[in-house]
């Protein structure tokens, strides 16, 4: 059963900097990519940066976080890391992580709570 836990929200002042852990238990082989999405209520959730594990460790970012984030892997730990800097109050949100395997299913993680202080 793939479980993916994640780590490192909190409560932080704008301009300052969060870092969140995802880490994926359960599946030895299969992974396309993992990444980070969020959610603030009312809204649908939104990506926030992927990155590919099956190949090559391309990534893709959301526009409203180019610069500021940076998503990282760790293949041989399934692990993926967030590292946010320069946050700002509309960053606030759930950020979730998600895992796709090669035949399309998704997991996702049961979420952290990110909130910038203006």
């Known amino acids: 059963q793939v479980q993916l836990v994640e780590s490192g929200g909190g409560l932080v002042q704008a301009g300052g900097s969060l870092s969140l852990t995802c880490a994926a238990s359960?599946?030895?082989?299969?992974?396309?990519?993992m990444g980070w999405y969020r959610q603030v209520p009312g809204k649908q959730r939104e990506l926030v940066a992927t990155?590919?594990?099956?190949?090559?460790?391309?990534?893709d970012y959301a526009d409203s976080v180019k610069g500021r984030f940076t998503i990282s892997r760790d293949n041989a730990k399934n692990t993926v890391y967030l590292q946010m800097n320069d946050l700002k109050p509309e960053d606030t949100a759930v950020y979730y992580c998600?895992?796709?395997?090669?035949?399309?299913?998704?997991?996702w993680g049961q979420g952290t709570q990110v909130t910038v202080s203006s």
């Open positions: 359960g599946i030895a082989r299969g992974i396309n990519n």
């Open positions: 998600r895992l796709q395997v090669t035949w399309g299913q998704n997991y």
């Open positions: 990155v590919m594990i099956s190949s090559g460790g391309s990534t």
